[in-house]
């Protein structure tokens, strides 16, 4: 990569390789307008079919002798509020699922540390280019694909790649694997590093990352039809063809017997337009999307109405992506104490919340275990004395020196029994 490992690059060498790769950010697809998206939505071939079948009506209003007659009128009026209401119930649903390359940019830090000239910088994350030496420690998102050749007790979580919610420990000493992605010297864009820190070469940044290439594939994805959406289409074209035919058979039988022009054309519209199931559209679009709401409520986001369908007709769903269809969380379900089972599936803090807003409180489930137990209570000490925790605030020379300064101030002060001014307090806070 033409970088020094104690050095790194310096800012010009830096500076020339951004002009040349660019930046360190996943590259933003041209999104469709939502308008057009709205349109889309509204002029679909069965939609297109009852707005032609609503303009007929109003044809038929307008040519018809009878002018009291309102029936056409009426028809054709709520032919096209029900197509209306329909689209904007399917544009709804389906936008709400254009945040997807949204939730990809949020992998990216907005700092990472950086051996620039040979200093320890933080840059933006932006400004990372291939071959800078990356410093990443606990706590921090991993700002680029590195290869890491120094690690103190490091892991990392790679879930967002893989769907494994197991930490991976990284040892910059073991023999290199035939893939990359099997490494134990190598941390990508997107994960975390959940202990201990490391330092490694940036080999690959933005869309060329592995994430970025995830990003690619979920944006450029083909939409294949669903079997209810083929479905539907071949009944529309059946409808279709058996209105037009019916139309223009009775058409023709009012010529041959001598009806009026303007009442033989009414006569074959109203027949075309009651052939047309007009409330196909509406039932089918309200109770997928009643359907994908319900779901909403299971925390399952439906992309494409037509694919609550193709779901509902699902069986058995198998997989084992732990942190990829789950939210990759892991609580307490069970406790064992005082030579018993206690279910712990509800939390105390989520208890006293719902017990204030709930009605009927003898209807909120209650814990299966008392705060006031003194099993419980030792269950929970021993618990808390084997946790360990890592503080990442690592002061400069200057802050600490700062800092020192402060608290040698409030000591010497509280000695002499003097009380703090205001803008001392504003400091120590």
Request: hydrophobic share 45%; charged share 20%; with cysteine.
């Amino acid at each position: 990569m033409g970088t020094n490992i104690q050095k790194g690059l310096t800012n010009t060498e830096a500076a020339d390789i951004a002009k040349k790769v660019g930046e360190n950010a996943l590259t933003k697809k041209d999104a469709v307008p939502w308008y057009i998206l709205f349109i889309k939505e509204m002029t679909g071939f069965f939609s297109i079919l009852l707005w032609v079948g609503s303009a007929l009506c109003f044809i038929g209003y307008i040519i018809q002798v009878d002018k009291e007659d309102k029936s056409n009128l009426y028809l054709g009026i709520v032919l096209a509020v029900v197509t209306f209401v329909t689209g904007v119930f399917s544009y709804m649903q389906s936008s709400k699922s254009a945040e997807m390359m949204a939730q990809f940019e949020n992998f990216i830090p907005p700092v990472a540390t950086v051996v620039r000239d040979g200093q320890a910088v933080e840059v933006s994350a932006k400004t990372i280019v291939p071959g800078d030496i990356v410093n990443v420690k606990f706590g921090e998102n991993i700002p680029c694909d590195i290869v890491l050749f120094k690690a103190n007790e490091m892991k990392v979580n790679n879930a967002s790649l893989t769907g494994e919610s197991e930490d991976i420990q990284i040892d910059p000493d073991l023999e290199a694997t035939p893939s990359i992605f099997e490494s134990k010297n190598a941390a990508f864009f997107g994960t975390q590093c959940t202990a201990g820190s490391g330092s490694g070469i940036c080999i690959r940044i933005g869309d060329a990352t592995v994430i970025g290439q995830i990003a690619n594939l979920a944006s450029s994805a083909e939409s294949v039809e669903t079997p209810l959406a083929i479905e539907i289409h071949r009944f529309i074209y059946i409808i279709s063809g058996v209105a037009a035919s019916l139309g223009i058979t009775f058409f023709i039988f009012g010529a041959f017997n001598d009806y009026e022009l303007i009442t033989n054309i009414v006569f074959a519209i109203g027949i075309i337009v009651a052939n047309v199931p007009e409330g196909l559209l509406a039932t089918v679009t309200v109770s997928l999307a009643l359907t994908a709401q319900r779901m909403a409520g299971k925390f399952v986001l439906v992309k494409n109405l037509e694919s609550v369908e193709t779901l509902g007709s699902t069986s058995c769903i198998c997989s084992d992506k732990t942190g990829t269809l789950t939210q990759n969380r892991m609580t307490v379900s069970h406790m064992f104490f005082d030579r018993k089972t206690i279910d712990a599936s509800i939390n105390q803090q989520s208890f006293n919340r719902d017990f204030e807003k709930a009605e009927k409180k003898d209807q909120v489930t209650r814990p299966g275990y008392s705060l006031e137990d003194h099993g419980f209570q030792a269950l929970v000490q021993s618990i808390v004395l084997g946790t360990y925790t890592e503080f990442s605030y690592a002061p400069s020379d200057e802050e600490a020196k700062m800092l020192y300064a402060r608290l040698k101030k409030v000591a010497v002060s509280s000695l002499e029994g003097k009380e703090l001014d205001e803008t001392d307090l504003i400091e120590m806070k």
